[in-house]
Nanobody, 123 residues
């Protein structure tokens, strides 16, 4: 039901920062868990971070913990992923997704997906 659109990707040097945004189409966005996933060429789509609808619970993949910060603004129907100290291994297409399953970290549990935004980190 929820339509999602990512933005904010780009090309950055290692050590730099980017902020990704996720815009939802309707007020029902607040009912969903927001997850961020990424997929590099030839790799499986992997979990990056997730946040519950009241933002009381936030979870991160070990590879990004301490560098990425997930947030959401339910009044504006938006989510965000602030990425700091970026590494070449962070290069991937990043997707935001929505789930009704609390605490979900698996792509198969997320029913709504954006189209993705490319993040490229140079060495």
């Amino acid at each position: 039901q929820v339509q999602l659109v990512e933005s904010g990707g780009g090309l950055v040097q290692a050590g730099g920062s980017l902020r990704l945004s996720c815009a939802a189409s309707g007020r029902t966005f607040s009912s969903y868990i927001i997850g961020w996933f990424r997929q590099a060429p030839g790799k499986e789509r992997e979990f990056v971070a997730a946040i519950s609808w009241r933002a009381e619970m936030r979870y991160y993949a070990d590879s990004v913990k301490g560098r990425f910060t997930i947030s959401r603004d339910n009044a504006k129907n938006t989510g965000a992923l602030a990425m700091n100290i970026l590494k070449p291994e962070d290069t991937a297409v990043y997707y935001c997704a929505a789930s009704t399953l609390y605490g979900s970290r698996s792509p198969g549990d997320f029913g709504s997906w954006g189209q993705g935004t490319q993040v490229t980190v140079s060495s």
